[in-house]
């Protein structure tokens, strides 16, 4: 009765790949940010988050959407950013735990690597849809860049030593790819969505491919996961994070994948010392399209709806345990029940 299809939340897309595929780049271009060379040695340590309105993303792939139309409902996308070094196994498993779907960032150049296959083995245990960007299309020998093109008309316009370049090194992706187990398509030749893995050609530097890609993940996720998308009163939330922050104290980065949170709302979360029991002091997000990790400005809010990256300022939070799932406590909850359940978890 509470659900419905015309009350969507926005879906959660984790990208995962091998380290230096490109994945915080992509994010970065899509956000016009430049998180990446923020970072230390240029390697993701941490989990990310970033919510896309639709207004923001129909604007990148308008020039696409003229031909497919496709009507798009969902408010907008949570994208989840994870680390590719071999060190950080377990915030891949935290990133793609949640996940409704998932963008596989392939280097070109090098094709499947060692956390490429690891990837793909956890989105398949965690029956995780996903596609696969071929990243960096732009260093096939004597690419000539379209900024910010869709990508057939990039590839339209390359010399013919340069798209057999690209054929053959896509090629060579689709075959490791079947030694997976898995058949996969270029996306525009790909007719079976849910059977066939789509491949999206994308350079994070010319921006290449990009509306593509943001095109395939919206019309994947508005087709084959209505119902798994549709709004839910019941709040579903996992700590991704546990932050000190100057003038605000400890505080928690929290995936609010379904449901509301609210300001003087009370959560249970698990501690190292036992289960924490506090309430919301302050809500707060990133400005639209800028991500979670960033020092900046943040958004305060009264009330918040999924699926969102929420930083959540209370008391007590000195101990609480990142990868864990918080609960809210409302009057009808048995307290002891939830303290339970958020230790087992
Ligand atoms: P980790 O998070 O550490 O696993 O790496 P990542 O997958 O997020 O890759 P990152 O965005 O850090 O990019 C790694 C390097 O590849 C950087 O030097 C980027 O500038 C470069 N790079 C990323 N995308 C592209 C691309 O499309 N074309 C080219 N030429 N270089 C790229
Ligand atoms: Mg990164
Ligand atoms: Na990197």
New binding site residues.
């Given amino acids: 009765k509470n659900r419905s299809p015309d009350d969507l939340r926005s879906p959660v897309c984790v990208v995962m ?1 091998h ?8 994010l970065d271009k899509i956000r016009r940010t430049n998180v ?1 060379e923020g ?1 230390a040695g ?3 340590q941490q989990i990310g988050a970033t919510y896309f309105p639709m207004d923001n993303l129909r604007n990148i792939t308008e020039r696409l959407n003229k031909d497919l139309s496709i009507d798009v409902k969902l408010p907008g996308l949570l994208v989840i950013d994870t ?3 071999e060190s950080f196994a377990n915030l891949r498993h935290r990133g793609s735990s949640s996940a409704n779907v998932a963008v596989l ?1 392939v280097d070109i150049m090098h094709g499947l690597e060692q956390q490429t296959i690891e990837s793909i083995k956890m989105l398949r245990a965690k029956r995780v849809p996903f596609v696969c960007a071929i ?2 299309v ?2 096939c020998y004597g690419w000539q860049p379209l900024p910010g093109a869709p990508i057939r008309e990039s590839l339209a316009q390359q010399p013919e030593n340069v798209f057999s370049e690209f054929e053959t090194r896509t090629q060579q992706v689709i075959t490791q790819l079947m030694e997976q187990g898995l058949n996969a398509k270029l996306y525009y030749e790909n007719k079976r969505f849910k059977q066939v893995v789509s491949l999206v050609p ?4 010319t921006g290449e491919g990009i509306p593509d890609l943001l095109m395939v993940l919206l019309t994947l996720t508005q087709r084959l996961m209505v119902e798994q998308l549709m709004f839910s009163p019941i709040m579903e939330a996992t700590v991704l994070d546990v932050k000190k922050i100057e003038g605000v104290g400890t505080t928690v980065d929290v995936l609010l994948m379904n449901g509301k949170l609210r300001r003087g709302d009370t959560i249970v979360v698990a501690g190292m010392n036992g289960p924490i029991v506090t309430q919301i002091r302050a809500l707060l997000t990133p400005q639209p399209a800028k991500e979670m990790r960033v020092k900046g400005e943040f958004v305060h809010h009264e009330e918040l709806r999924a699926a969102m990256g929420v930083k959540i300022a209370a008391q007590n939070l000195e101990d609480a345990i990142a990868g864990t799932s918080m609960f809210l406590l409302t009057d009808d909850d048995d307290e002891d029940e939830l303290k339970d359940a958020v230790m087992a978890d």
Avoid: F, M, Y
């Fill in positions: 790949g380290v230096d595929t490109g994945k915080t780049k992509l990446q970072e240029g390697i993701t680390p590719g070094h960032v990243n960096k732009d260093r994308t350079s994070a530097h």
